[in-house]
């Protein structure tokens, strides 16, 4: 099913300078219907914070390649938890250096706000997600 009038905030993470991953999400994410703004890569909390503030998006998509998608994850989530009332937050990509999925640091990430962590590469799982949370918000 194609969403509409999903306003989507796209965004790498402070310390990731890759765009590629960023570019292929905002390209995959318009393909579902939703209309992305791409913040671009290493964007710090403050800078998504004041994002979200002022353009109050639908969803906020973060993604990491460079490794350190965990450490800069969290914090970006913690800052918009802190800054106020914000749509939900999703992470995936690279989130560690091993390049394996962490389930102590999935936990983390949920319980401090995210409401998805996906996996490198899993856009199945992403799209899922996302037929989910907006066919359920449509219906409500």
Same mark, same amino acid.
């Not at 799209?127 to 066919?135: K, T």
């Given at each position: 099913?194609?969403? =509409? ?6 965004? /790498?993470?402070? +310390?990731?300078?890759?765009?590629? $991953?960023?570019? *292929?999400?905002?390209? %995959?994410?318009?393909?579902? !219907? @939703?209309? #992305? =703004? $791409? ?24 993604? +990491? #390649?460079? &490794? @350190? /998608? *965990?450490?800069? &994850? ?9 800054? !106020?009332? @914000?749509?939900?937050?999703?992470? &995936? !990509?690279?989130? /560690? ?8 640091? =999935? ?5 401090? !706000?995210?409401?998805?962590? %996906? ?14 949370? %907006?066919?359920? =918000?449509?219906?409500?």
């Amino acid at each position: 099913m194609r969403r =509409r009038n999903v306003q989507t905030l796209l965004t /790498g993470t402070a +310390s990731d300078s890759h765009t590629w $991953n960023l570019v *292929y999400l905002q390209l %995959f994410l318009e393909e579902l !219907g @939703h209309q #992305v =703004r $791409n913040l671009g890569p290493c964007v710090t909390d403050e800078q998504l914070t004041a994002a979200c503030a002022a353009e109050r998006p639908d969803l906020v998509v973060i993604s +990491s #390649v460079n &490794g @350190h /998608g *965990y450490r800069d &994850g969290l914090n970006a989530v913690r800052a918009l938890r802190a800054a !106020g009332p @914000h749509p939900p937050v999703v992470i &995936g !990509g690279k989130l /560690g250096v091993a390049g394996q999925a962490d389930p102590e640091r =999935r936990r983390r990430l949920l319980d401090a !706000g995210c409401a998805a962590v %996906f996996d490198d590469g899993d856009t199945a799982a992403l799209r899922s997600w996302l037929d989910e949370a %907006f066919d359920r =918000r449509a219906a409500a």
